[in-house]
Each structure stands twice: as structure tokens, then as C-alpha cells.
Nanobody, 121 residues
Framework: QVQFVESGGGLVQPGGSLRLSCAAS????????MSWFRQAPGKESELVAA????????KYRNSVKGRFTISRDNAKNTVYLQMNSLKPEDTAVYYC??????????????WGQGTRVTVSS
């Protein structure tokens, strides 16, 4: 079955950095665009970043452009999110999933446990 295991979150001060990882299994990883979503307390889930099947193209929500970088390693079935210059408003639980490029909606119904990112002084 489809599984995602996210890691790398934690508590960081404003301006700090974190690198998230997501190990995927149960599907042909290299055949899908991948994405990171996040959900802050009391808010709906939102797409943070997405990357095409072989990593040739990426896209980001406006609020993270220039600060976050999504990448993938198809040999390891893993997608990453490098987060720099973190702000308190980046505080959320971060999840990965495959993504439907035309809709920006998650491809699979299965989700991992997520990794919590807290940006606070």
C-alpha cells in the first residue's frame, strides 16, 4: 500500500533552517509529481511546493518562494524540502504526497504522520 514517512521537523528560531525528508513506498515513485503540503493549527491544508517526475520543474506557493527548495531522489524514493529563513507563519505539520499537476490536489488518499515544524523564539 501507499506509504509516506516524513521526518526532519522540529523547533527552530525565526530565520533558521530545516530540511524535511519524505520516504515514499507502495507506488512507482518516479512516475509521479511529488509535493509538500502543510496544515497549520485551525487552518486548512495548503500546497507548499511541488516537483515534476524527474525534477525538471518546481513550483511554490508565493509565501515560500525564495526561501524553500523542493528536490527529489528517485533512486531513494525520497522527496526533500529545504526550508531557509523560516518565519513563525511557517509553523505547521508538513506532509508529502504525490500531486495531480493540473489541480494541485493530492494524488493518494493515504497520508503519513507528518513532521511538525515550529518556528518560535
Amino acid at each position: 500500500q501507499v506509504q509516506f514517512v516524513e521526518s526532519g521537523g522540529g523547533l527552530v528560531q525565526p530565520g533558521g533552517s530545516l530540511r524535511l525528508s519524505c520516504a515514499a513506498s507502495g507506488f512507482t515513485f518516479s512516475s509521479y509529481a511529488m509535493s509538500w503540503f502543510r496544515q497549520a493549527p485551525g487552518k486548512e491544508s495548503e500546497l507548499v511546493a511541488a516537483i515534476t517526475m524527474i525534477g525538471g520543474s518546481t513550483k511554490y506557493r508565493n509565501s515560500v518562494k525564495g526561501r524553500f527548495t523542493i528536490s527529489r531522489d528517485n533512486a531513494k524514493n525520497t522527496v526533500y524540502l529545504q526550508m531557509n529563513s523560516l518565519k513563525p507563519e511557517d509553523t505547521a505539520v508538513y506532509y508529502c504526497n504525490a500531486v495531480v499537476a493540473t489541480t494541485n490536489l493530492p494524488k493518494f488518499a493515504s497520508w503519513g504522520q507528518g513532521t511538525r515544524v515550529t518556528v518560535s523564539s
